[in-house]
């Protein structure tokens, strides 16, 4: 499988603290990576250096080859016109929603191909119909942001992102504000991209997911990725005492024999 996103040595720092300390990763078309690990482990900021909504302190980072930004005595510099281009190509849901609140459903969808792609009215809304129709919700198109479930909404968040054609999608954390009997229709729809061949990497806490759908399952600590395999060697057979700490953390999680 072709490479679509690798990182080298990725180090984040906030004044001085180390939040990402030396982070290598190389993630292949149709992937789907997940993100595990306790809170403050570097898992959410690694994402947003990944789309660069943070800018790496140091680094690479490149997509499909071509390196983000140049180097320049030692150091990496990055156009912000650059990054814009970038961000379009690398989709991104948040936990948090963000929808219009004065915006149906499909104008939502339609935005940022309006604003940012250029597209045609016509267009964009032809390729909003389509992905809210590949999320379930073609039926809400012209609803507002207020008369939906927390579940809907952030499928229209996804349908959003899925309109702007990525090369891969980020989640970070996108079940974690919901009331749990709205979980499952999420995943159920990130669980389709995956067996659509989307190349992903999610954060998250849900381990069943990781189990049954991830490629790769990664455990960070402290900053840096402590354990990494498939999900059946990490979650079944842990190498080291902090993963296996994780894990005792969530008794509820049952694995299959």
């Known amino acids: 499988m072709s490479e679509i996103v690798r990182i080298e040595n990725l180090h984040k720092s906030f004044d001085k603290l180390d939040v990402l300390k030396g982070i290598d990763l190389s993630v292949s078309a149709g992937e789907t990576i997940v993100l595990l ?4 482990s570097g898992k959410s900021t690694m994402l947003r ?3 660069f909504m943070e800018v ?4 690479r980072i490149y997509l499909h080859g071509d390196l983000i930004g140049s180097e320049q005595n030692g150091r990496m510099n990055y156009r912000e016109s650059e990054l814009c281009t970038l961000r379009t190509r690398i989709g991104m849901v948040f936990q948090h929603f963000n929808l219009f609140p004065h915006m149906t459903v ?24 389509a992905q809210l129709e590949r999320v379930g919700l073609a039926d809400k198109a012209l609803e507002y942001p207020a008369r939906l479930s927390g579940g809907q909404k952030q499928r229209v968040a996804i349908a959003r992102a899925l309109a702007m054609d990525p090369d891969v999608m980020l989640f970070d ?11 499952g229709e999420v995943l159920k729809t990130m669980r389709q991209l995956a067996e659509e061949g989307m190349t992903m990497l999610v954060v998250t806490h849900e381990l069943g997911f990781a189990y049954h759908v991830a490629n ?3 455990f960070l600590s ?3 990725i402590l354990e990494q395999g498939e999900p059946q060697q990490v979650l079944k057979a842990p190498k080291t005492k902090r993963m296996r700490e994780f894990l005792d953390g969530h ?3 049952k694995l299959p024999d």
Request: a negative charge; one cysteine or more.
């Open 37 to 40: 690990g306790s809170s403050g």
């Open 173 to 183: 954390e996108v079940t974690s504000a919901l009331d749990p009997e709205l979980v």
């Open 251 to 253: 008794s509820l999680f």
């Open 106 to 129: 499909e104008q939502n969808v339609m935005e940022g191909q309006l604003t940012v792609l250029k597209r045609s009215q016509t267009e964009a809304r032809d390729k909003a119909r």
């Open 222 to 224: 402290d900053g840096a």
């Open 49 to 51: 250096c990944v789309n």
């Open 56 to 59: 790496p302190s140091d680094g």
């Open 216 to 218: 790769r399952v990664l």
